[in-house]
């Protein structure tokens, strides 16, 4: 069964080793190995290689980390290999300087990186959406605790742009809704 082994490095030097190892002493296809840097890929082909690892089973965070990497200059190494070449091929890479991806992610979240938040944890909002809706909410009660109406909205007939308008009763607190919409960027 095929396997897809990866390693971030610092530099191009440590990723042109590891192919050569990989290739010369090892044997491995050339052609099993890619690799992914900011140089010169344009977003197009870097979308197609990330959403390609997730159908290899690269879980979510990981892919996420790496994206990080590349943005902060680094290169990531992807190897092709059966399952019995894994394990030699890992230590291949981390013999060459392949980064420790978990030593990254501290030093990033460090620095203020968001790591990687499944969406359903947040609905899909940004961290920043979700920090304006924290502050926007914050100490709002629940509207039926204020014997607020929670179905239908009142309407005015008499205004003057000819726009139905709402009607709260005068001191009411309205909640506020985010809604996030889908769809291309």
Known sequence: MARIVSGLFDRREDVELVIEHLVQQDGLDRRRIAVHAADGADAAEE??????????????????????????GGIVLTAELEDAEADHAMAVLRDHGAADLEDRRREWRGAGWQDYVPQGETGGLSPAEMAALAAATAGTPDPA??????????RRDDDIEGTAALNPPTGTRVPLVVEKKSGLR
């Open 145 to 154: 605790d204020l014997g607020a109406p929670t179905g239908r909205e009142e």
């Open 47 to 72: 979308e197609g290689f990330w959403a390609s690892l997730r159908h290899l089973f690269m879980p979510d965070e990981e892919r996420h980390a790496y994206s990080e990497g590349i943005r902060r």
